[in-house]
């Protein structure tokens, strides 16, 4: 299993920039792939971005195109989602998580393995 652990969140104002981390711990040598999802209240949780573990093939949901950028730092296992020019429409709990099985762009929930604990994005207008 892979452990992972989410900060960074919090409340900023529209137009505003916040960077969200994930801190990876256990079997991290087994990861093929990482993503962030998001879970406003009453809908599902969609995926935002996503990574393969090498850092090739970046994925990102059309709404956040040209405002978010997926990184990661492999020597220290985290994960990084910088959020720019945020929208009240990004207010969601981000969640971070990693795939065992699958490499390239994943976008779908079922074919991640480990999830964190989430982190609260409020974008106040």
């Known amino acids: 299993q892979v452990q992972l652990v989410e900060s960074g969140g919090g409340l900023v104002q529209a137009g505003g920039s916040l960077r969200l981390s994930c801190v990876a711990s256990?079997?991290?040598?087994?990861?093929?792939?990482m993503g962030w999802f998001r879970q406003a209240p009453g809908k599902e949780r969609d995926i935002v971005a996503s990574?393969?573990?090498?850092?090739?093939?970046?994925y990102y949901t059309d709404s956040v195109k040209g405002r978010f950028t997926i990184s990661r730092d492999n020597a220290r296992n985290t994960l990084y989602l910088q959020m720019n020019l945020l929208e009240p429409e990004d207010t969601a709990v981000y969640y971070c998580?990693?795939?065992?099985?699958?490499?390239?762009?994943?976008?779908?929930?079922?074919?991640?393995?480990?999830w964190g604990q989430g982190t609260q994005v409020t974008v106040a207008s």
């Open positions: 256990g079997r991290t040598f087994s990861v093929q792939a």
């Open positions: 998580a990693a795939s065992r099985r699958y490499r390239g762009s994943v976008y779908y929930t079922h074919l991640y393995d480990d």
């Open positions: 990574v393969d573990w090498s850092g090739h093939s970046p």
